[in-house]
């Protein structure tokens, strides 16, 4: 099925999959079934098979999901079973705790170029890496082939960032910037605002 048949809300569950397999695989499991990962993840069993029906058939009636299978399978689809460079615009503190954070390798993503517009932090170390003025995004986004961008920045600036992004090439952004940009159809965008999150939450606090 090609991508675009496939709902949006099927994909954004795969990685929840592929995160109970891989943890599955390092306790040495070797098989699990749709019921099981429905009782770890809260999504029905139902739902489970539906999903991954859209990419082909990857269990045994009777005996489940062989983990390592299945979990390279996930990666395929995701394409995450290589290595993607990965800009970040952005070092201030949001922007120093993604630099450092350790779970994008495992996940397929590396931070490979970090850029900000503040005289004081460009030159900086982080990492292995240069902090980068952003005057040179463009460029080194270009020559280095990057195709997935991280935004911590200021709502003011991440308009500007995400037009120069999908400018050099872009094709993938997360934003932590608490506001919605505008980007053409074949950019994809995710939204990471932890102020929303809380106040989704409140909602239902007393």
Known sequence: MASNEVPDIVVGRLPIYLRALTFMTEEGRQITSSQELSQKLGISSAQIRKDLSHFGEFGKQGTGYEISYLRDQ???ILHVERTWPVAL??????GHALAHYGGFAP???EIVAVFDNDP???GQQVA???????????KVVRERSIKVGIMALPS?????????????????ILNYAPINISLPPEVRVQYIDPAAHLQHMTYYLE
């Open 128 to 138: 292995g890496k240069t902090v980068m003025d952003i005057a040179e995004l463009t």
């Open 74 to 76: 996930l990666k395929g």
């Open 107 to 109: 996940k397929g993503f």
């Open 120 to 122: 004081e932090k460009i």
């Open 89 to 94: 615009v952005g070092y201030g503190d949001l």
């Open 156 to 172: 003011s600036a991440a308009q500007k960032v995400a037009d120069m992004l999908v400018e050099a090439g872009v094709k993938a």
